[in-house]
Every structure is written in structure tokens, then in C-alpha cells.
């Protein structure tokens, strides 16, 4: 794991990195490799570079000299859409403008230790749900794609498809073992014959729900209404995990 800190405050940095050092070292994960930085602009000099290593987390001051860490942010993700950007400033006013290129979370200064924390627990999490790779296999080949690219499974007959983001393959293996493979949280199987990946649920009924990939693909599922209470519950404390 490597993250990136950026702030022309060299206090915050040291204190920064030391909380984290601190929150790795209690938990007992090895400590990640931990890159700092003054300015947006020597952030983006090293970790912009085609041959630059990915960065997994980035935390970032909004108000830097040159480029600003909204902006640097979205440079990140361009190369890493699995990373988490955290925006650590005294200045609520951004909050708007951060929010559109879906930051994780927004931190403010002081820094409270505590909520650091909680939400680096809250994007580790997110970070192995998301990467874990899953392999799919197929008459003619086994293919492995991120969880977080697969939008849901579905059951007709004794044919198994296995809908991607932007690929469907059809899969020898069963609905049983799908369902083990995707028990981690972001999956619920709504139906005997569907599971969904609840990251590209749109809405859903007492008997249908609606997907939306990320090229504006839709799916639907359906959902059983003796399942219904036990879905809404799993999506709700799903959104509420992501927030």
C-alpha cells in the first residue's frame, strides 16, 4: 500500500504521517510506504510520471501554492480510480466543488485523531472489498476482474452469466458458488436467481431492482418479496458503510 500527503504546512505532514504510523502499528498491519510532499504541483512531478508507483490513499490541503489539492485529487484518481482522496483543510467553503470528484472523506483542521481513525478503517475496508480480485471462469478461459467490476449474476435455467462492466461472460460455475465468492459486503442475492452488486443499485420496488453501470448500461434484478426487508436493510446499512 503507498500513501501520498500534501501540505505546505510541514507540521500537519509530520503529525499526519505520525497518526497514521500510530493507527497501522496498533492494528497490527504493516506499515504502508508513505510519500510526502509541499506542494501540489512537486506531488504531481513524482506521482503523475507514467513510471510512478499508485498511490492507494491521498491525503490533501485544498489551498496550496500552485496546484490546489481538489486538482490534484482528480489527477490521482485519473490514474488510480480505486484510490481514496481524503481533503484535509480549515476551509468548509470547498466542500461543494471536493464532492464532485467523489471524494472518501473531508477532514478538517485540527486534525482530530480519533475520526482519522475510524475513517482510514472505513477506506481500508473499502479498498479490500473493492480490489479483491474474483476469477471468473468460462467454457474456454479463466478470466480474474476486480468485485468492484462486477455489476451482478444471474441464474437462467442452468446457464450462470455474470454481468461486468463492460463485458458479459458465461460462467460454469453455480449460483452457490457465486454466492460465496461475492460474501463481502457489497453483494446481496435478492432473488435465487440474482446477485447484485449493490454499488450500481439506481432504486428498486417490493419486486424489482434497477442497475446503472458506469458507462450508463442499465440491468434489472428481481427481487423476491419475502426478501425484500432483508435487502432493504442490507442496502441501507451498505450506503451508510459508504458514506
Given at each position: 500500500m503507498?500513501i501520498?500527503?500534501?501540505?505546505?504546512?510541514?507540521?500537519?505532514l509530520?503529525?499526519l504521517e505520525?497518526?497514521?504510523?500510530?493507527?497501522f502499528?496498533?492494528?497490527g498491519?504493516?506499515q504502508?510506504?508513505?510519500?510526502s510532499y509541499?506542494s501540489?504541483d512537486a506531488?504531481l512531478?513524482?506521482?503523475?510520471?507514467p513510471?510512478?508507483p499508485?498511490?492507494?490513499m491521498?491525503?490533501?490541503?485544498v489551498?496550496?501554492p500552485?496546484t490546489?489539492?481538489?486538482?490534484?485529487?482528480a489527477?490521482?484518481?485519473?490514474?488510480?480510480?480505486?484510490i481514496?482522496?481524503f481533503?484535509?483543510t480549515?476551509?468548509?467553503?470547498y466542500?461543494?466543488?471536493?464532492?464532485?470528484?467523489?471524494?472518501?472523506?473531508?477532514l478538517s483542521?485540527p486534525l482530530?485523531?480519533?475520526?482519522?481513525?475510524r475513517n482510514v478503517k472505513?477506506?481500508?475496508?473499502?479498498i479490500?472489498?473493492y480490489?479483491?480480485?474474483?476469477?471468473?471462469?468460462?467454457?474456454?478461459e479463466?478470466?480474474?476482474?476486480y468485485?468492484?467490476?462486477?455489476?451482478?449474476v444471474e441464474a437462467?435455467?442452468?446457464r450462470?452469466?455474470v454481468?461486468t462492466v463492460d463485458r458479459?461472460y458465461?460462467?460454469v460455475q453455480?449460483?452457490g458458488?457465486?454466492e460465496k465468492?461475492l460474501?463481502?459486503?457489497?453483494?446481496?442475492?435478492?432473488?435465487r436467481?440474482?446477485?447484485?452488486?449493490?454499488k450500481?443499485?439506481?432504486?428498486f420496488?417490493?419486486?424489482?431492482?434497477s442497475?446503472s453501470a458506469p458507462?450508463?448500461?442499465?440491468?434489472c434484478?428481481?427481487?423476491?418479496r419475502r426478501r425484500?426487508?432483508?435487502f432493504?436493510d442490507a442496502?441501507?446499512l451498505?450506503v451508510e458503510?459508504m458514506r
Amino acid at each position: 500500500m503507498r500513501i501520498v500527503l500534501c501540505d505546505d504546512d510541514e507540521r500537519i505532514l509530520v503529525q499526519l504521517e505520525g497518526y497514521l504510523r500510530e493507527y497501522f502499528q496498533q492494528n497490527g498491519i504493516g506499515q504502508p510506504e508513505y510519500a510526502s510532499y509541499a506542494s501540489g504541483d512537486a506531488l504531481l512531478a513524482i506521482e503523475d510520471r507514467p513510471d510512478a508507483p499508485r498511490a492507494d490513499m491521498a491525503f490533501l490541503d485544498v489551498e496550496m501554492p500552485g496546484t490546489g489539492g481538489i486538482h490534484v485529487g482528480a489527477r490521482l484518481q485519473n490514474r488510480n480510480p480505486y484510490i481514496k482522496i481524503f481533503i484535509v483543510t480549515c476551509y468548509a467553503d470547498y466542500l461543494d466543488e471536493a464532492m464532485k470528484f467523489h471524494v472518501f472523506r473531508y477532514l478538517s483542521k485540527p486534525l482530530d485523531k480519533a475520526r482519522l481513525f475510524r475513517n482510514v478503517k472505513d477506506a481500508l475496508y473499502q479498498i479490500s472489498v473493492y480490489t479483491r480480485p474474483i476469477a471468473i471462469e468460462t467454457k474456454t478461459e479463466t478470466v480474474t476482474r476486480y468485485a468492484d467490476e462486477i455489476v451482478m449474476v444471474e441464474a437462467m435455467g442452468r446457464r450462470v452469466t455474470v454481468q461486468t462492466v463492460d463485458r458479459l461472460y458465461e460462467s460454469v460455475q453455480r449460483m452457490g458458488e457465486w454466492e460465496k465468492l461475492l460474501d463481502i459486503g457489497c453483494f446481496a442475492r435478492p432473488h435465487r436467481s440474482f446477485i447484485v452488486n449493490m454499488k450500481y443499485v439506481s432504486s428498486f420496488s417490493d419486486t424489482l431492482i434497477s442497475l446503472s453501470a458506469p458507462d450508463g448500461s442499465r440491468y434489472c434484478a428481481y427481487l423476491a418479496r419475502r426478501r425484500y426487508k432483508g435487502f432493504r436493510d442490507a442496502y441501507m446499512l451498505y450506503v451508510e458503510t459508504m458514506r
